[in-house]
C-alpha cells in the first residue's frame, strides 16, 4: 500500500436509496472511480433497527455525540501509550495496533472492527445498550491509568538510577567508578579524599595538593577517571587536616565530593538497579499484549458509535421508512477536493438548503451541526491517525 496516497482517514456516509441501496452505490462507486480513484470504497452495512419516535432519535443523537467523543479520547490514548511504551520502536506502533499487524491495511481494519461483535445484538434504537459501551471503555480508561501508573514509575525510577550514573563528575555517582584500592580504609587517623579537579587547573593540582594543609600524605594523588572537563582524583590525608583542605582546595576551584567508601551500600544500589531493569523487561511483554487486545476493544466500540450516528442521523435527514446505504471511503490525500466536489454534485438535491452552497466546504451560520462540518449527505470522519507524532 502506497503510505503516500492512501490517507489514515475514512469518511463514512450515507445517501438516500435510490429504486435500491445496491444501485446507491453503485452510483457511488462509479463517480470516485470514473476520476483516477479518488477514493477506495467499500459498503458499510448497518443493520436495520426499530426506531422509536423523533424526539427519542434528537436525544440518542446528542448521547451519540457526546459517547463517541469519549471513546474516541481512550482509543487515542490507548494508542498514544503504545506509543510511549515502544519508546525507540515508535515506528512499530502502528502495526502493533492494527489486526493482523496491518499487513490488510487499514480499510479491511476498520470492516473487520465494525464486523467484530461487541458483546451484545440489539434490535431496536431503544435497547441500544449506550450504558454497556460505556463502561466497557470506561474500565479500559480506567485500567490504562493504573497499569500506565504503575509501568512509568517503574521506569522513573530506572530513569532516576540511570541518571545518578551519568552525567558530569560533580553530579554522578562515583560508585561504579572507584575501587576499593583507591582508598585508605579503616584507618583511625587517615582517609581518603576524592576530588574533581578541572582539566585546566591539573598542573596546579600536581603543584599543590601536598601543601594545601598540613599533614597531606606526599604523593598520596592518582587520576582516577576522567570526564570531558575535569579529573578525579584521590588525595589521603590525617583526618584533623580535612576541613582545613576543603576550603583551601575551594579557592583554587578544586572540588572534593562527599564520598564514603561503602561496598554494601553500592553493592545494593547496583541490585537495586538490576532489580528494576528486570522489573520492566518483565512488564514490557504484558503490558503491550494489554495494550493491543484493549485498543481492539476500544476501536471496535468506537466503529459501533459511529455507525449507529450513521443510521441515526440517516433516519433524522432522510425520513422513514429506512432505506439509505452507508459506505466507507478512504480517501486519496491528493484528491481530497476533488473528491469532495463530486460528493457534493451526486448529493447537493437532497437539500433545499444545499442549492445556495456553492463550495460544501463554507462555514454557514446556524449549519455549524455540533462542529461538524456540514454537507448534504450524512458524513462522520473516523481519524485513525491516531499518534499525535506522526
Known sequence: QDKGTKMTEFWLISAPGEKTCQQTWEKLHAATTKHNNLSTNS?????????????????????????????????????????????????????????????????????????????????????????????????????????????????????????KNAGSLLTRSLADIVKKEDFVLDSEYLVTLLVIVPKVNYNDWVKQYETLAEMVVPRSSNVLFEDQDSYLCNVTLFRKAVDDFKHKAREYKFLVRDFQYNEEEMKADKEEMNRLSTDKKKQFGPLVRWLKVNFSEAFIAWIHVKALRVFVESVLRYGLPVNFQAMLLQPNKKTMKKLREVLYDLYKHLDSSAAAIIDATMDIPGLNLSQQEYYPYVYYKIDCNLLEFK
Open 43 to 163: 459498503k458499510f452495512n448497518i443493520p436495520d433497527l426499530k426506531v422509536g419516535t423523533l424526539d427519542v432519535l434528537v436525544g440518542l443523537s446528542d448521547e451519540l455525540a457526546k459517547l463517541d467523543a469519549f471513546v474516541e479520547s481512550v482509543v487515542k490514548k490507548v494508542a498514544q501509550y503504545m506509543a510511549d511504551v515502544l519508546e525507540d520502536s515508535k515506528d512499530k506502533v502502528q502495526e502493533n495496533l492494527l489486526a493482523n499487524g496491518g499487513k490488510d491495511g487499514f480499510e479491511k481494519d476498520v470492516l473487520q472492527k465494525w464486523q467484530a461483535k461487541l458483546e451484545f445484538s440489539f434490535s431496536s434504537l431503544d435497547t441500544v445498550p449506550f450504558l454497556f459501551i460505556f463502561k466497557g471503555v470506561n474500565q479500559i480508561d480506567n485500567d490504562l491509568k493504573a497499569r500506565a501508573s504503575a509501568y512509568n514509575n517503574l521506569k522513573g525510577n530506572l530513569q532516576n538510577l540511570e541518571r
